[in-house]
């Protein structure tokens, strides 16, 4: 960086090479983390469309059909 540059910021808050890595390690468990949960949503999707087309099937609502069946 040159002296010249203007940043929003003071060089005392810029992040040092260990900064950069706890950042990398925590930003890549984060991404772990969001995948686990986006692949319980689609199952989660998976579970509710099975359970209209039943509900649908025997002319009731989910809510219903979860009550009785489930």
Same mark, same amino acid.
């Given at each position: 960086?040159?002296?010249?540059? *203007? &940043?929003?910021? @003071?060089?005392?808050?810029?992040? *040092?090479?260990?900064?950069? @890595?706890?950042? %990398?390690?925590?930003?890549?468990?984060?991404? *772990?983390?969001?995948?686990?949960? %986006?692949?319980? #949503?689609?199952?989660? !999707?998976?579970?509710?469309?099975?359970?209209? !087309?039943?509900?649908? !099937? &025997?002319?009731?609502?989910? @809510?219903? #059909?979860?009550?009785?069946?489930?």
């Amino acid at each position: 960086m040159t002296p010249s540059a *203007n &940043l929003p910021f @003071d060089r005392e808050q810029l992040m *040092n090479e260990d900064d950069v @890595d706890m950042f %990398i390690k925590a930003f890549d468990d984060f991404m *772990n983390h969001a995948d686990v949960e %986006i692949e319980k #949503y689609h199952q989660r !999707e998976e579970v509710r469309g099975t359970l209209e !087309e039943k509900a649908a !099937e &025997l002319e009731v609502t989910v @809510d219903y #059909y979860m009550q009785e069946f489930m």
